[in-house]
Structures are given as C-alpha cells and as structure tokens.
C-alpha cells in the first residue's frame, strides 16, 4: 500500500476523522484529494499533509450541482481509493427537531454517499477500493438520534452488499463503523463530545488508523474501530432487543 502515485479522495475531510485519515494516507505516499464545504478549511488541512501533489474540491454534498459536479470529477479523474466520509445527524428526539433539517440529513447520508459510489464503482478496476464510513449506530438503535442512526443502518447494509457484488472483480468495498468520536460531529449536532462518558470515546486519530487498517487488509464486508464497539455489539447478543435499546437510550445526548 504505500506505492507511489495512488490517488485517494476523502469527503467530510476538512477534520474529524476525514482529516486524520488524510494525513496517514499522504504518509503512504497517496496523492489525497479533500473534500469538504469549507475551501479555507481545505487549504489549511492540504498545508499539514505529508507531500506536496494534494489537492481541495470545495463542495455541499446536499447541493445537487456539487454533487453532479463531483461525481463528474470522480468519473473522469480515476481514483484509487473513496472514502465516503461526509455525514452528519441531529441529536434530540425526533418530533422535536425540524423535520427538513433531518430530511438534509438524510440526503447527505444516504442520497450523496450512493451517488459517489456509483460514480466511483463505474469506473473501478482490479485493486481499487470503496469506503463508506457507517457507525456503531449502523447495527443498533439509537434513541434521541433516530434518523441518523436509521440512514448508518442503510450505509452499513448497502455497503456490506456491494462488498460481495464486486469481492470476485479484486474490488474492494468497506462498511466501516466507528463508535463515539471525539470530533465537531457532536457540536455541530447539537451537543458536546462530552456529553459521553468518557469510556465510550475513541480519538478521531485511533479510528482512522483502524480505517486504514481494515483498507489493508481488504478482508471484511464489516469493520467496526475499536475493541470497546466490538464487545459492546457482541454483550448485546445476550440481551433482548429492548434491553439493548434501553441502554442505548441511557447514553444518547439527545436524550438527555
């Protein structure tokens, strides 16, 4: 993997969790494309990578000429590597919060990240690989983020079934699913990275080594960061459903 001119191209990479997976790809040499709203936040993030061949694509992922606009993009330029990072959720119970706000979500998650998809499996050939970037929530309720949690469980299943509809052409696609970051996601949803106990968080660093892991070794439809997400998922095998979802409601800032 750390091959000279392989091109990646990361949405949401502005920060967070887009951002850290940018720098350690540009550390293996891959010439990374960033893609976010902020052109000034792409500029300073493309000055802290490793190398000098990045570049930034200013787009609204929920504006639809951007989005044609970038998927033209990655039909013509041919990217090695997608990592569908982009998302974004509301946190508060669900006849509280605006509706077209979480319908916006909705789009940005679901709508924006198969569009991308597609346009880059059009093109993709033997060795290329796709990443969409779930969440825990993809594989359990969450109360108090019900409609973002409903979107990581489409992204979560729609990847796992183009990781066997492209497995036998050397295509690679990825479901990942990290829990609780430290990131803006949490502010820009309407709480603080703090409202979690603390247990619960992992860095935006520590995830995104174990998305470039998982990129690797391309050999799971599902990957889930951190051991502390794997043992939850797994203890909640033995609890009934409303059990699990009780828990989940406990520790959901929207609930709170």
């Known amino acids: 993997m750390e091959l000279k001119d392989k091109k990646v191209l990361i949405t949401g990479a502005s920060g967070g969790i887009g951002l850290e997976a940018a720098k350690l790809m540009a550390a293996k040499n891959y010439a990374v494309t960033l893609v976010a709203r902020s052109e000034n936040k792409l500029n300073e993030a493309k000055a802290i990578l490793h190398g000098n061949n990045h570049s930034v694509l200013a787009a609204d992922l929920n504006n639809s000429k951007d989005l044609v606009r970038l998927s033209e993009h990655i039909k013509s330029e041919r990217y090695d590597v997608l990592i569908n990072n982009a998302g974004a959720g ?91 970051t430290k990131s803006d996601f949490h502010s820009n949803a309407g709480k603080e990275t703090n409202s979690y106990p603390e247990f619960v968080l992992s860095t935006a660093y520590d995830v995104a080594q174990d998305l470039i892991t998982g990129l690797e070794r391309k050999s799971k439809p599902r990957v889930i960061s951190g051991w502390k997400n794997r043992l939850m998922l797994f203890n909640f095998k033995f609890l009934s459903r409303a059990m699990a979802i009780k828990i989940m409601g406990q520790i959901s800032p929207g609930m709170k």
């Open 90 to 180: 509301m946190y508060g119970e669900f006849i509280n919060m605006p509706l077209q706000e979480q319908i916006n979500g909705m789009h940005l998650n679901m709508d924006a990240l198969v569009t991308l998809s597609y346009a880059f499996l059009q093109n993709a050939k033997k060795g290329d690989s796709l990443v969409n970037v779930a969440s825990l929530l993809g594989h359990s309720s969450f109360p108090g983020a019900a409609v973002y949690a409903g979107t990581k469980s489409f992204v979560a299943n729609f990847s796992e079934s183009l990781w066997f509809e492209f497995k036998n052409k050397g295509i690679y696609v990825m479901g990942f699913n990290p829990g609780a």
